[in-house]
């Protein structure tokens, strides 16, 4: 091969080589932004997908949030508050929450349920090179509020010692139902003396003090429960009418009828109460030997006015079954505070419907209940002394059934 040949050949060779290489590095750059974008979208996926998690975990906790608020009987605004409040203690920042109560959609729509949505726009990094949109993203979580059990007897305070207390010789049977306490404290329920006492359970916010042993049910008592709401918290407070209706002190035998006693209610002889609401601005007291009587009567204690019923009395009352104070019997004003209401009488004494005094304490003496022992008591506290039967099955009274021991799930 001649020297010329060679070198001819070789020239050739470096052209291809060059053109080669300029080849790659064209097709290179041509598809380094194609590389870059599908690296980038597999970050950014896994970077969406982190944020859906995260998202749906703030959903989650913002319904149970809401849920709790729901239980302590708060109202809506409320509610929706406590859950936007947990959402943005969980980061969601710029984005935006619906809560629903109860829920808008689902199965769940006609349950006592929080659900809450929560929604997200979030910034592109690497594949803004194809689009300058933001990413939404969106999760949504329901609460469901269940009912353990039903409750003959719920005392509301939060923090009281002895929120419901069983003393002296006491002997009271409590069946197909529990005796809750909202309060905190580590002797919420307690048992002191020679009081006997059976019950499907004993559920406290707090703890138990037991000086004997209670018949129960459950196992053990439940301790550090969530609270239960006020079951009358929705019932409103009748008004007052005119003109002021007064009682004959002199008759012996009398029928008076509803409307508002201005200078409260003392009952002696033989007194029978009209059907309706009746308002006391004052105090109602029944005396020593009295016999009173009425059938659909919701009396209503205003401001602090509290109820007095003397050892020596009869007395048969019973809630009406039907309209807005269907089942309640006393009904302690929630503007008022402190007094205590003291329920006495006759072994042959009624008190059928539910005693509400949300403000106020509740001294159960007598040796009596309800009409089939349907008698329920939810007060600020209670204290039992008498020694009787309460039973929960009374819809057929027109009384509504008292959630206790409620519990929170995720269901959606």
């Known amino acids: 091969m001649t020297f010329k040949r060679f070198t001819r050949i070789r020239l050739i060779a470096d052209g291809i080589r060059r053109g080669t290489s300029a080849n790659v590095a ?45 239980i302590s009987g708060s109202d809506k605004p409320t509610i929706t508050a406590a859950a936007t409040q947990s959402a943005a203690s969980n980061g969601l920042g710029s984005g935006t929450i619906v809560v ?60 009281a010692s002895k929120a419901v207390w069983f003393s002296g010789s006491t002997s009271v049977k409590f069946s197909h139902c529990v005796i809750m306490a909202n309060s905190t404290a580590s002797d919420a329920i307690t048992l002191q003396g020679s009081a006997s006492l059976a019950v499907d359970c004993l559920i406290s916010a707090g703890g138990v003090s037991l000086s004997n042993p209670v018949t129960t049910v459950c196992a053990t008592p439940i301790t550090q429960a969530l609270p239960a709401p006020d079951p009358f918290a929705d019932l409103p407070a009748p008004a007052a009418t005119n003109p002021c209706q007064n009682i004959n002190g002199n008759k012996t035998t009398q029928t008076i009828q509803p409307g508002t006693y201005c ?43 509290t109820v007095s019923m003397n050892g020596n009395a009869t007395v048969n009352l019973s809630a009406p079954t039907s309209g807005t104070y269907s089942g309640v019997l006393m009904y302690g004003d929630r503007m008022g505070t402190g007094g205590q209401n003291t329920f006495n009488g006759t072994a042959d004494s009624l008190l059928t419907g539910a005693l509400y005094f949300p403000k106020q304490q509740v001294n159960y003496l007598g040796n009596f209940s309800g ?15 008498g020694n009787s039967t309460i039973n929960q099955d009374c819809s057929s009274l027109g009384m509504r059934n008292i959630p206790a021991a409620q519990s929170v799930a995720l269901v959606e």
């Open 26 to 70: 064209t097709i290179f750059a041509l598809t380094l932004p194609i590389v870059v974008g599908a690296a980038g979208f597999g970050i950014e996926t896994s970077y969406w997908y982190y944020n859906s998690l995260k998202l749906q975990a703030t959903a989650d906790a913002a319904a149970y949030a809401g849920a709790l608020e729901r």
């Open 263 to 305: 200078s409260g209610l003392s009952l002696s002889g033989n007194v029978t109460l009209s059907p309706g609401v009746y308002v006391v601005q004052g105090n109602f007291k029944i005396n020593a030997n009295a016999i009173v009587a009425g059938a659909g009567v919701t009396i209503f204690m205003a401001g602090s006015s």
């Open 100 to 159: 629903n109560t109860p829920p808008a959609s689902g199965p769940n729509t006609a349950k006592k349920a929080v659900e809450v949505i929560v929604s997200q726009n979030l910034d592109r990094m690497f594949t803004s090179i194809f689009t300058q949109g933001q990413v939404p993203e969106q999760a949504r979580a329901v609460a469901l509020i269940t009912d353990a059990s039903k409750a003959c007897m719920t005392a509301l305070d939060p923090a």
């Open 371 to 385: 009409n089939g022992g349907c008698t329920q008591v939810v007060a600020d506290t209670i204290q039992w002394s």
